[in-house]
């Protein structure tokens, strides 16, 4: 992980998330102005290990597979604020990086055929502020 202190990223507390997909609803509202959860950067989850649904988000990896396996060089990082970027016009849509990512964060725009992956909306994530069971924290690092 980035060892700075000015990066934030999305943590969730996996015993508070009640997978009611209202993350997934409103991260698909505010980039694609569409309830629809398959269109999400963000993806409820049925994790074997907690026995429940989860969120699973981005993690920004420090050697990010999903960056190293693309074959066009259409992800890239961030490196002020350690988030990975998807250059859209690049991409060409292979589902290498959707492979490759240990936790199941990226995905392919189910219309447009690029990579999806979160950009915590500038700063501001919708999903931590209208996530009804706090299940999600937007902060930094430890």
């Not at 950067?41 to 396996?69: L, Q, W």
């Not at 060089?73 to 490196?79: F, G, K, M, Q, V």
Request: hydrophobic share 30%.
């Amino acid at each position: 992980m980035h060892s700075s202190n000015n990066v934030k990223r999305i943590f969730t507390h996996y015993e508070k998330c009640t997978g009611c997909s209202i993350c997934e609803l409103i991260c698909s509202y505010v980039h694609e102005n569409a309830f629809n959860n398959k269109r999400s950067m963000i993806r409820i989850t049925t994790s074997n290990h907690y026995g429940h649904d989860v969120p699973t988000v981005c993690m920004f990896c420090e050697n990010a597979p999903c960056v190293k396996i693309c074959p066009v060089n259409a992800l890239e990082r961030n490196t002020s604020l350690g988030r990975i970027h998807v250059l859209e016009d690049r991409c060409i849509g292979c589902s290498m990086c959707v492979e490759q990512c240990p936790i199941g964060a990226v995905s392919i725009h189910p219309e447009k055929g690029f990579a999806v992956i979160c950009d915590f909306c500038g700063g501001n994530p919708q999903c931590v502020k209208f996530c009804p069971s706090e299940a999600l924290e937007y902060r930094a690092e430890w």
